[in-house]
């Protein structure tokens, strides 16, 4: 009895793992969903691309009680960061936690002229070039241990600031928060779902949290609602196609990063305006996970979000803001 109670558990976790070889078609469940796990080879190398820029559209007066005769109300402005990230299993384990080495081959970040930044000094994200950490991850994708990202991102966060003499401790804009973004929620489609090991079956969604990269300083999530829209036939193996929606979250999970600390000022726009309010927020995704491979291939966000600020005093009709946010990972060949 006991020796098939042992070989009962593993044959079920090797289902559940997804320990096929790359390009062996998964079996499905009984029940006739598809596992969705993601597979690893030892020493094989994934290298992802990462694009993440946002305009920004700061309406003073969106009352329209300014004289048309004045100066626009109306001020734009964009930024974006460009990343390359390798990913190599060091450990691989096919019924339990994988060890990742994670390593930032490239991060820059562009802004229009338009974005108050330190003369000579780049952003801060950029700093996490060249930087490498592990984690570790279960068959779901679920990530185990951030440890090390963690201390990454805290690391970067130190770069943004100097001491004015006038005014004390500032920070300069930066992008860690899409840092954040694209690494601490890598899978997060497919580790999301519910009873992962009973697989997902078309047309199922399930719900999630993400985070929102601003150029202010602010902690603010979006719901997620995930879609397994459809699977597709391609060359490199079967495709589920997940689709995804969002709006705006009423609370921030626990345990998400925090890259800075303390108290500080700010240069420019944002560091002016305060009491930032998420108004409305709505957008849109598309994922292409390669089943019997275990992988992402590409995937894409986009989203609108509209917030109130408020000005140092009451001048007036407060500004509203309006960031229009893309986020892509591509698999690089």
Do not use: H
């Not at 994200?125 to 779901?140: C, D, Q, R, S």
Request: aromatic content about 8%; some cysteine; hydrophobic content about 35%.
């Amino acid at each position: 009895m006991r020796t098939a109670l042992v070989l009962f558990v593993v044959v079920a976790l090797g289902a559940f793992a997804g320990c096929e070889s790359p390009g062996e078609q998964k079996t499905a469940t009984r029940e006739g969903k598809l596992l969705l796990t993601v597979d690893f080879q030892k020493g094989r190398t994934l290298s992802y691309k990462f694009v993440s820029s946002r305009e920004i559209e700061i309406n003073w007066d969106p009352a329209g009680t300014a004289s048309k005769s004045t100066q626009s109300t109306i001020n734009q402005s964009s930024e974006s960061l460009e990343m390359v990230v390798a990913y190599t299993p060091v450990e691989v384990d096919p019924y339990g936690l994988t060890t990742i080495e994670a390593t930032c081959r490239s991060a820059k970040a562009t802004r229009s002229k338009s974005v108050t930044s330190r003369a000579g000094k780049k952003d801060a994200v950029e700093y996490a070039a060249g930087k490498t950490y592990t984690f570790t991850v279960g068959p779901t994708g679920k990530i185990e241990d951030y440890s090390q990202l963690n201390e990454l991102i805290r690391e970067i966060g130190e770069k943004p600031f100097w001491e004015d003499a006038r005014l004390g401790r500032m920070k300069a804009p930066d992008m860690i928060g899409d840092f954040i973004l694209t690494q601490w929620f890598l899978w997060d489609s497919i580790s999301s779902i519910e009873k992962p090991t009973k697989g997902a079956s078309t047309g199922q969604t399930w719900k999630s949290k993400l985070s929102i990269p601003t150029p202010m300083v602010m902690r603010k999530a979006r719901d997620v609602s995930y879609k397994l829209e459809e699977i597709r036939e391609d060359a490199k193996g079967r495709l589920a196609v997940i689709r995804s929606a969002y709006s705006p979250a009423e609370s921030v999970p626990n345990g998400w990063p925090i890259p800075y600390s303390g108290t500080f000022g700010m240069p420019g726009t944002f560091g002016f305006l305060r009491g930032y309010k998420v108004l409305d927020l709505k957008g849109e995704g598309e994922e292409l996970f390669n089943i019997d491979r275990g992988r992402i291939e590409q995937s894409t966000q986009q989203y609108q979000m509209q917030l109130d600020a408020s000005l140092p005093l009451p001048l007036g009709t407060n500004p509203q803001i309006t960031i229009r946010q893309k986020v892509t990972m591509q698999l690089l060949e």
